[in-house]
């Protein structure tokens, strides 16, 4: 059994400080997301040398102070800041607001939306469903990242031929539709309920439309070759771990990543790709810290592939993470020593573990008074759930600031401490698609 971002269940706890109206008014704008995050990316372009050493991002959303993945992607793919759960569109945009999410006002355009205008290619790459909310930030517009398939959508008791999911963005959305590139899992929400894919799982829609014939129609329409790799959804739902996947018939997100640059470098115009290791988030879920951590090693070997095919002087590849887990390194280990192993000590005389969850499903209780110390054995068990403080069946993700970082043409501003909606805007500026920041002539507000 696993879990995930889905069963995220957000706490009305008592504020400390209730946010002022003009607060919270100002913060459902896009201007007032994009002012701000214009103003960092300028201050940056007038930043001497040396003068900032370290890279840090604020990661926190609208409404919630620890993001999930669906408001992250809006600041980090859109630049803009909204609501725990929903994705490409503004704070105005209540978790299941349906007409909010339908206004264009509240709409919030993609760095994939920017380079299309521009006529330059975009794609992406995830080890999750495509559909999952990380790449639905390249693509969709949704009041609710449960929104995958249009039963997703009847779930909510709303109309999807109002409400569109966010299957049916990918096919027919403005920017979806135009993506070159699209890999990953999550076949099941393209299917109708009463198709029966290749690896006999049946699909998840309700409206009885196969989206993936409907995709090759489509492509067909627009006069466009496609090939077998744009739309290759590897499994019915996430893919698998690396650990557990076949590696004859499934890729690697390495193996993905290079695919889809190959296509990508076919336009002479320049492109935009995001790549996802999407299973690490899942893995510590479960607190699978063996399987987030080799996921982990998985999207570094994605990262190099895309160094090695690309050049420095032309390419900006910027790495980040969407958000924190509560998983810690603790502990003074020699050099040299098996992280998943014992740190020391403790104070009650019994072991001590180097890795540890603040919360999550590998909790154990006191037994007769002892504290629960794993062994050797089940710490060298990739299945195995690491101990935690409070019990909870799927562990949360954590808020602290994530790292930043960043090669190629404009890397340099990428420093210090930012709010996650600069960097879209960063990217922007450097890839000459901003509207707000075009990349000539560029002059210092007083
Ligand atoms: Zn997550």
Same mark, same amino acid.
């Given at each position: 059994?696993?879990?995930?971002?889905?069963?995220?269940?957000?706490?009305?706890?008592?504020?400390?400080?209730?946010?002022?109206?003009?607060?919270?008014?100002?913060?459902?704008?896009?201007?007032?997301?994009?002012?701000?995050?214009?103003?960092?990316?300028?201050?940056?372009?007038?930043?001497?040398?040396?003068?900032?050493?370290?890279?840090?991002?604020?990661?926190?959303?609208?409404?919630?102070?620890?993001?999930?993945?669906?408001?992250?992607?809006?600041?980090?793919?859109?630049?803009?800041?909204?609501?725990?759960?929903?994705?490409?569109?503004?704070?105005?945009?209540?978790?299941?607001?349906?007409?909010?999410?339908?206004?264009?006002?509240?709409?919030?355009?993609?760095?994939?939306?920017?380079?299309?205008?521009?006529?330059?290619?975009?794609?992406?790459?995830?080890?999750?469903?495509?559909?999952?909310?990380?790449?639905?930030?390249?693509?969709?517009?949704?009041?609710?990242?449960?929104?995958?398939?249009?039963?997703?959508?009847?779930?909510?008791?709303?109309?999807?031929?109002?409400?569109?999911?966010?299957?049916?963005?990918?096919?027919?959305?403005?920017?979806?539709?135009?993506?070159?590139?699209?890999?990953?899992?999550?076949?099941?929400?393209?299917?109708?309920?009463?198709?029966?894919?290749?690896?006999?799982?049946?699909?998840?829609?309700?409206?009885?439309?196969?989206?993936?014939?409907?995709?090759?129609?489509?492509?067909?329409?627009?006069?466009?070759?496609?090939?077998?790799?744009?739309?290759?959804?590897?499994?019915?739902?996430?893919?698998?771990?690396?650990?557990?996947?076949?590696?004859?018939?499934? !890729? *690697?997100? #390495? &193996? /993905?990543? +290079?695919?889809?640059? $190959?296509?990508?470098? %076919?336009?002479?115009?320049?492109?935009?790709?995001?790549?996802?290791?999407?299973?690490?988030?899942?893995?510590?879920?479960?607190?699978?810290?063996?399987?987030?951590?080799?996921?982990?090693?998985?999207?570094?070997?994605?990262?190099?592939?895309?160094?090695?095919?690309?050049?420095?002087?032309?390419?900006?590849?910027?790495?980040?993470?969407?958000?924190?887990?509560?998983?810690?390194?603790?502990?003074?280990?020699?050099?040299?020593?098996?992280?998943?192993?014992?740190?020391?000590?403790?104070?009650?005389?019994?072991?001590?573990?180097?890795?540890?969850?603040?919360?999550?499903?590998?909790?154990?209780?006191?037994?007769?008074?002892?504290?629960?110390? !794993? *062994?050797? #054995? &089940? /710490?060298? +068990?990739?299945?195995? $759930?690491?101990?935690? %403080?409070?019990?909870?069946?799927?562990?949360?993700?954590?808020?602290?600031?994530?790292?930043?970082?960043?090669?190629?043409?404009?890397?340099?501003?990428?420093?210090?401490?930012?709010?996650?909606?600069?960097?879209?805007?960063?990217?922007?500026?450097?890839?000459?698609?901003?509207?707000?920041?075009?990349?000539?002539?560029?002059?210092?507000?007083?």
């Amino acid at each position: 059994m696993s879990f995930s971002d889905d069963e995220i269940q957000p706490f009305p706890n008592i504020r400390v400080r209730e946010r002022s109206l003009r607060e919270v008014e100002a913060e459902i704008e896009k201007d007032f997301w994009k002012k701000n995050a214009i103003k960092a990316v300028k201050d940056r372009l007038y930043r001497k040398i040396n003068q900032s050493i370290s890279q840090r991002k604020l990661t926190y959303c609208v409404d919630h102070q620890t993001a999930d993945s669906a408001c992250s992607a809006t600041a980090y793919l859109g630049g803009v800041k909204a609501n725990l759960g929903t994705i490409g569109v503004t704070a105005a945009v209540n978790k299941k607001n349906c007409t909010a999410m339908n206004n264009a006002e509240n709409r919030v355009d993609s760095l994939a939306t920017l380079f299309q205008r521009k006529g330059k290619r975009s794609g992406f790459v995830t080890t999750t469903r495509v559909t999952h909310a990380s790449p639905a930030g390249v693509y969709a517009h949704t009041a609710n990242r449960q929104w995958e398939s249009d039963t997703g959508v009847l779930k909510s008791g709303l109309d999807p031929s109002i409400c569109e999911d966010i299957a049916h963005q990918l096919i027919f959305g403005d920017t979806g539709r135009n993506l070159q590139v699209a890999l990953g899992g999550g076949r099941k929400n393209f299917l109708p309920t009463d198709v029966i894919d290749e690896e006999g799982n049946p699909g998840k829609r309700s409206d009885h439309v196969n989206l993936i014939e409907e995709w090759k129609k489509k492509k067909e329409e627009m006069g466009v070759k496609y090939q077998y790799v744009w739309n290759r959804l590897f499994e019915p739902g996430h893919m698998k771990y690396n650990v557990d996947r076949n590696k004859d018939t499934e !890729p *690697s997100l #390495e &193996e /993905m990543t +290079e695919a889809a640059i $190959k296509v990508l470098q %076919t336009g002479d115009e320049g492109f935009f790709l995001f790549v996802e290791g999407g299973r690490i988030d899942t893995a510590h879920h479960d607190s699978w810290a063996h399987k987030a951590l080799d996921e982990t090693a998985e999207f570094s070997k994605a990262v190099q592939k895309a160094i090695d095919m690309t050049d420095e002087r032309n390419t900006l590849i910027v790495v980040t993470s969407d958000h924190a887990h509560t998983m810690s390194y603790a502990g003074y280990a020699q050099r040299g020593s098996n992280v998943f192993g014992y740190a020391g000590m403790a104070s009650d005389a019994n072991l001590y573990t180097i890795l540890n969850y603040a919360n999550g499903p590998g909790y154990k209780p006191m037994l007769e008074g002892e504290r629960y110390v !794993p *062994s050797t #054995e &089940e /710490m060298n +068990e990739v299945g195995f $759930k690491w101990p935690s %403080t409070s019990p909870l069946k799927s562990e949360t993700h954590g808020a602290d600031d994530v790292g930043i970082f960043a090669r190629g043409p404009w890397s340099h501003l990428f420093t210090g401490v930012m709010e996650e909606n600069v960097i879209p805007h960063i990217i922007a500026f450097a890839a000459c698609v901003s509207d707000e920041l075009p990349c000539e002539g560029y002059t210092k507000e007083a």
